[in-house]
């Protein structure tokens, strides 16, 4: 038997100096889309999220809390296992960079890199942002409110003298320039690429991976007084997930390195794009093949914070609406990798007019004729029609299309294409006229609402991952075994029988409202 193909697809780990929100559960739904497509379609999945816990922010929050700084993270990173559980997301592991096998792994690839020469000790002065994690040049920092300097971020930069590690970043311009050419896709959206290009052409300096100002982090091997800088430990996570450094011939680096997609914000893409690659490869090791940054959500127009008190509570959402429509919404409303607005109304209405009027109306009335004029079961079909078998025949088709956006990460192109199916299966019922056929022609009713009911099948198996509940609940009202939801299932393979008995029908996606505030 041929070795199944593997996908491996990583979220960010999350940041624990907060609570989860809804960028973090649009990153993580996202991989969660593509991984649960992937393993439909046949591939063997991992699928990796978890939580940064180590950083000068990550401590200040922690006294700024009055607890310890593992108290803090085991509290925090708990909200975003909950998130997970709350969305439904299909991940394969949780990582967290306290763990003991994170710090092995840092450190191991810390050694290789040095082992390589291409880490050296100095001293350190520049701005620091503890907020982004990040070092700046004085030609990025920015004019802030009340006149304090910041970065280009927005958040406050203060000016750092101390001992140092440093990578030799300097070194790598020329080989990151070449990789990137070589591998023209490896960033996405094309203009995020252009953007990781642009800053490596106006020049790489060498990159201080080290503090001595906090403690709580990595110690560098060998040098306890020096804590790695809090992005080389963190970007390591997607090897230490896969067994990095113990990497037998057997073991998951070699089964799933390098990773098939990093999902990211766009705020992070430098991290990605240019000192992970500079990092791996300084250790002899591969770079991921693709780095996908998307945009961020804004809340009625305006920019998602705290201090504003606008910030969306995914939690609060999916316990409102459901956690279907939720899903729905986030992938659907904005081309993906593009910056994107909530708003209550716009939610509601994507999702009635998608989900009740569409979706839902195809399955209800074709399920609810068969139920009522075809005794609950799924009618013998007769000769079929032109329009009959090009809509099989068009269904038959969806697949291939879908994989080829999602294999570039446009999922709301995937959908869409989804959708145009959908309408035109409800446009064939209605043009066929099924509840009139029962009088003057009762065999072409049964062979209508057949090509109806396989039309809903398809779609179902099609659409589960982006809402798995959703279309389980479908699949089951149309009596499809749960070993028989997956792609080679779809078309001529695993057609409906006649005869076949199904369960009483009822509504997937009822209309949304808002609740009335009296």
């Not at 394969?92 to 096998?101: A, L, N, S, V």
């Not at 311009?173 to 203009?191: A, G, M, R, W």
């Not at 291939?400 to 409800?426: C, G, K, P, T, Y």
Request: aromatic share 12%.
């Amino acid at each position: 038997m041929p070795e199944r193909k593997t996908y491996y697809i990583t979220t960010p780990i999350y940041y624990v100096n907060d609570v989860p929100h809804i960028g973090h559960a649009y990153t993580t739904l996202a991989c969660d889309v593509l991984a649960r497509f992937k393993r439909l379609d046949g591939f063997d999945v991992m699928f990796l999220t978890g939580t940064d816990e180590h950083g000068q922010k990550v401590e200040k929050s922690a006294a700024a809390a009055g607890v310890d700084p593992q108290s803090f993270c085991d509290r925090v990173s708990g909200r975003f296992r909950d998130l997970v559980e709350s969305m439904d997301f299909s991940i394969d592991q949780f990582i967290r960079t306290t763990e003991d096998r994170h710090i092995r792994s840092v450190q191991a690839l810390w050694q290789r890199i040095e082992a390589a020469g291409h880490i050296y000790k100095g001293a350190y002065s520049g701005w620091y942002s503890v907020r982004d994690e990040a070092f700046y040049a004085e030609s990025e920092l920015i004019d802030g409110p009340n006149g304090q300097t910041c970065a280009p971020s927005g958040a406050p930069v203060e000016w750092l003298e101390e001992p140092s590690y440093f990578f030799k970043l300097s070194e790598w311009q020329d080989k990151l320039l070449d990789f990137y050419q070589k591998n023209p896709h490896f960033v996405l959206p094309k203009s995020r690429m252009n953007e990781v290009m642009s800053f490596v052409k106006s020049g790489l300096r060498d990159l201080s991976i080290s503090r001595t100002s906090f403690n709580w982090g990595v110690p560098v091997p060998g040098d306890p007084d020096h804590i790695m800088y809090v992005w080389i430990d963190a970007l390591t996570n997607y090897i230490t997930a896969l067994g990095y450094p113990e990497r037998s011939d057997s073991g998951d680096y070699q089964r799933f390195w390098p990773a098939d997609v990093h999902m990211v914000g766009k705020d992070i893409l430098r991290f990605h794009a240019v000192y992970w690659p500079a990092f791996l490869m300084a250790a002899g090791l591969e770079p991921p093949q693709r780095v996908f940054a998307h945009g961020w959500w804004t809340n009625e127009g305006q920019k998602i914070s705290k201090s504003v008190g606008n910030v969306i509570d995914p939690f609060a959402l999916v316990e409102e609406f459901g956690l279907d429509p939720v899903r729905y919404f986030l992938m659907r409303e904005v081309p993906f990798g593009n910056d994107g607005d909530f708003s209550r109304e716009g939610f509601l209405a994507r999702c009635n007019a998608d989900l009740a009027n569409d979706f839902g109306n195809l399955a209800q009335r074709s399920l609810s004729m068969i139920a009522k004029n075809c005794g609950g079961l799924i009618p013998q079909p007769g000769l079929l029609s032109d329009a009959d078998a090009v809509l099989l025949s068009d269904l038959d088709k969806t697949l291939n299309e879908v994989r080829v956006h999602l294999d570039d990460q446009a999922i709301h192109q995937a959908i869409e294409v989804i959708w145009r199916q959908i309408s035109r299966a409800n446009g064939y019922i209605a043009a066929e006229q099924p509840w009139a056929l029962k009088k003057t022609d009762p065999e072409r009713m049964g062979t209508v609402l057949y090509v109806a009911a396989e039309a809903v099948r398809n779609l179902a198996i099609l659409a589960q991952p982006l809402m798995p509940k959703s279309m389980a609940h479908l699949l089951d009202q149309l009596a499809v075994p749960d070993e028989n939801r997956g792609f080679a299932d779809l078309g001529e393979a695993g057609r409906l029988k006649a005869g076949l008995a199904l369960p009483a029908p009822s509504g997937i996606f009822p209309r949304l409202a808002e609740k009335d505030a009296s």
